[in-house]
């Protein structure tokens, strides 16, 4: 059983910068594929984007592609979203999830992750 703790959030303004973090306990991490996904008030959750297992795949979704960055720390068990020229419309509440996949698959549906943190909110504000 693997659990997952994201903490860094805050209110930022935007254009500003911020990197959260997860932290994964309980598991090998290095076993699990890793992705972001956020909640903004009254809509779905949505992927943001993740990693593969083995080194250095990752996908994004559109809205966040080239702001975006995600990056592990295999030796720490440490996942982490750089968030850059952050808009009001990335305000929500970011989990970090981990899946049990192939090495160098990207999951992005949320039925592909087994694993979930409890969240962290980002609030931008304009």
């Known amino acids: 059983q693997v659990q997952l703790a994201e903490s860094g959030g805050g209110l930022v303004q935007a254009g500003d910068s911020l990197r959260i973090s997860c932290a994964a306990s309980?598991?090998?991490?290095?076993?699990?594929?890793m992705g972001w996904f956020r909640q903004a008030p009254g809509k779905e959750r949505e992927f943001v984007g993740a990693?593969?297992?083995?080194?250095?795949?990752?996908l994004y979704e559109d809205s966040v592609e080239g702001r975006f960055s995600i990056s592990r720390d295999d030796a720490k068990n440490i996942l982490y979203l750089q968030m850059n020229r952050m808009e009001p419309e990335d305000t929500a509440v970011y989990y970090c999830?981990?899946?049990?996949?192939?090495?160098?698959?990207?999951?992005?549906?949320?039925?592909?992750?087994?694993?979930w943190g409890q969240g962290t909110q980002v609030t931008v504000s304009s």
């Open positions: 999830a981990a899946g049990r996949t192939g090495p160098w698959s990207i999951p992005r549906l949320e039925h592909e992750y087994n694993f």
């Open positions: 990693g593969s297992r083995m080194c250095c795949y990752t």
């Open positions: 309980g598991g090998t991490f290095d076993r699990y594929a």
